[in-house]
């Protein structure tokens, strides 16, 4: 069975800054599972943040989090850790949290924690990318499951 990368907190892990997760928007998880090995992981929690955390927003090549503090390395290393995981698994594609400024796929906050979205992509998403894995947002699973 193919093997598929997916952002923890969408299946369920409270890997969430706030201790939570974002299981409760993905109506297609069942059927994603019938077809696909999923294998949960979290780049900020990898990247060595821990849960609870305070919230961070990417700024343009930074990330801060909403005390100031610049939490680039952290987010980096997450970064790099999925795309090890996808390199050793032989994953191709990933199924990322919209918005996260890890995970974000076509939208991300816009770095002054006014909850406004601008265009843009999270690191992971970023580096995955760049390495030709392809990277689909939760709100993209229903389409991806239609195309095989
Ligand atoms: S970094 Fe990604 S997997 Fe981890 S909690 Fe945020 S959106 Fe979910």
Redo the contacts with the bound molecule.
Sequence with gaps: MEKIL?????VG?N???DGS??LKKNPYMDALLEKYELV??????SGGLSIPRKPSERKGDQVYNNEGKNVTTNFLL?AERALDLCLYLGIRVAI??E??????VHEIYNGQFKNIKIKGV?F?TELLKRKGIRVISEDEIEAFLQEK
């Design positions: 997916i952002s923890a907190c969408l892990d890997t969430k800054y997760n974002n949960p992981f979290c780049p900020e929690v997450g990322l949290k918005t996260s400024p890890s995970c974000g999270g992971t």
